[in-house]
């Protein structure tokens, strides 16, 4: 009995690199947090920064959106650690609640800010208009995606649940993406509209990438099981 719950545990090489695989991505987005409140962001504790000149039309409406989708940002990490959900099932389905409704009213607000930015400071500006277009696509794929984990998990379909909540995510750092490659590449306002658009087309996509990583993982853990049950059999 004791080899056969042996074989059946994955290899130390195998949980090793998951572990090191999700840590980097979390330490990826991790440093991007950083960025961003340093270079973006910092004008929340300078009064003087000639930002809050430019936010001043519509900063009541601002407010409301970062909390909630500041909140909905710092919470999606932690749904993805499987020792927090396995010890604190309770704590983890309250933060899933917080982090579904900084979804759904932060994309919204963040659609009525973009435009309202677009109409009022410039008007006519197409590219403003791709902005906003792109800001609709954003926010519909961003509801959409957590919506759809809602249903699987209100469905006891852990697996899509967790699928779905990985894409949601993955819109949700758009925001972080656009200024972090704009920032670092120090590039002009004009290539805005081709990176928030990018973002936007590759938040999919590199959700699956992760989960297909993830999957191949867990196939070769399965594959290395199998000889050793065989050999017990």
């Not at 962001?41 to 809050?52: C, H, Q």
């Not at 999606?76 to 409704?101: A, C, D, N, W």
């Not at 677009?118 to 800001?135: K, N, R």
């Not at 993406?177 to 996509?205: H, M, Y």
């Amino acid at each position: 009995m004791s080899d056969l719950a042996a074989s059946v545990q994955i290899s130390p090489s195998l949980r090793i690199a998951r572990l090191r695989a999700k840590y980097l991505l979390f330490a990826v987005i991790g440093l991007m947090y950083a960025y961003v409140l340093v270079h973006n962001e910092s004008f929340l504790v300078n009064n003087a920064d000639p930002e809050w000149s430019h936010i001043a039309t519509f900063k009541w409406f601002l407010l409301p959106h970062g909390l909630v989708a500041g909140c909905a940002l710092l919470l999606g990490p932690l749904q993805f650690s499987e020792r927090l959900r396995r010890r604190f099932t309770k704590l983890h389905r309250v933060m899933g609640r917080f982090y579904i409704g900084g979804v759904l009213l932060g994309a919204p607000m963040g659609l009525y800010i973009q435009n309202f930015e677009s109409v009022h400071m410039y008007p006519g500006d197409p590219v403003q208009f791709s902005l906003v277009m792109a800001t609709v696509a954003d926010a519909a794929i961003w509801m959409f995606a957590t919506i759809m984990a809602l249903t699987f998990i209100l469905q006891h379909k852990v697996q899509l649940h967790r699928q779905w909540m990985s894409r949601s995510y993955a819109c949700a750092i758009i925001f972080l993406e656009v200024r972090v490659i704009q920032g670092v590449f120090n590039l002009d306002e004009k290539f805005t509209e081709i990176i928030v658009w990018s973002c936007v087309a590759a938040a999919f996509p590199l959700a699956d990438l992760i989960l297909h990583l993830q999957e191949t993982l867990r196939s070769r853990a399965s594959v290395k099981r199998t000889p050793a049950l065989a050999r017990v059999g």
